[in-house]
């Protein structure tokens, strides 16, 4: 079974950084799109940011010029880049994929990891 492992959250001041890294393990076909999320304390779980396999990225306007994803494809791995971090920024980060793994094609939000908890505070 495909595992996510979140790492890299931690304590950051406002205007520092962090970077988060995420691996995955288990019988993985191919990836089409890796992704991070976010959920702050009583709010919806939402998307930060995502990669395609050819290079299409997108951000939340919350995050631009801020964060940076990456995504190495032939480990599967996924890091972002968090810079300028701000108090709403805390929150639980997880990754997510979407692609063929597992003997299936499964959209992103099949799978979720524990996720790594990022707190910005002075």
């Known amino acids: 079974q495909v595992r996510l492992v979140e790492s890299g959250g931690g304590l950051a001041l406002p205007g520092g950084s962090l970077r988060l890294s995420c691996t995955t393990s288990?019988?993985?076909?191919?990836?089409?799109?890796m992704a991070w999320y976010r959920q702050a304390p009583g709010k919806d779980r939402e998307l930060v940011a995502s990669v395609t396999s050819d290079g299409r990225i997108k951000y939340a306007d919350s995050v631009k010029d801020r964060f940076t994803i990456s995504r190495n494809r032939a480990e599967n791995t996924v890091n972002m880049q968090m810079n300028n971090l701000k108090p709403e920024d805390t929150a639980v980060y997880y990754c997510n994929v979407e692609g063929y793994y597992d003997g299936a094609y499964y959209q992103t939000g099949a799978i979720w990891g524990k996720g790594t908890l990022v707190t910005v505070s002075s």
């Open positions: 288990g019988r993985i076909f191919s990836i089409n799109i």
